[in-house]
């Protein structure tokens, strides 16, 4: 599926309560075994969340993790993942399953995907789909600016 898309992501951030699992962490024992979505956020303490991402055999497939407490707002979860991994808001795409915080991580430049049943390929293919999208109005207007700065220097070098 990966193959189908010009432009990949540099970053994917997925909240986990109710788009990676149908519940809340919080909610639930680190005895317990957790269950994904039938077909395929961050309200858990740190230490759950990290507990179940190794019971689901879903921590290996992760190049880096970050687990932020659910008292700390998802602009302050991005600032600090941009901090720590350099890569730029417009280089990620990110899926949650609540409006507002879409809503806000989309305004910091971000590919944001609402899913409502949680993550499957439908909706990793939407997100990567609406990335490439992104991508490549961003880079058309790039051009379009540097063309024109081209074109305004010129003519101002000639009067």
Avoid at 45 to 56: C, M, Q, R, T
Avoid at 69 to 74: A, E, L
Avoid at 79 to 88: A, D, E, L
Wanted: hydrophobic content about 40%; overall charge positive; charged content about 30%.
């Amino acid at each position: 599926m990966m193959g189908m898309f010009q432009v990949l992501p540099r970053l994917v951030v997925f909240d986990l309560d109710y788009t990676l699992w149908p519940f809340y962490c919080e909610c639930r024992s680190k005895r317990e075994m957790p269950a994904l979505y039938p077909h395929a956020k961050d309200r858990q303490l740190p230490d759950i969340a990290k507990i179940f991402l190794e019971k689901l055999s879903l921590k290996s497939m992760f190049v880096a993790q970050e687990v932020f407490s659910s008292w700390s707002h998802k602009t302050e979860h991005f600032q600090r993942i941009h901090s720590r991994t350099g890569v730029p808001f417009s280089s990620m795409l990110f899926f949650d399953d609540e409006d507002r915080n879409i809503e806000a991580v989309s305004k910091m430049g971000v590919t944001s995907i609402l899913v409502g049943d949680g993550v499957n390929l439908k909706a990793f293919r939407q997100g990567l789909a609406k990335f490439s999208e992104n991508f490549n109005t961003v880079e058309k207007n790039k051009q379009r600016w540097r063309t024109k700065f081209t074109k305004d220097a010129d003519s101002s070098e000639k009067k």
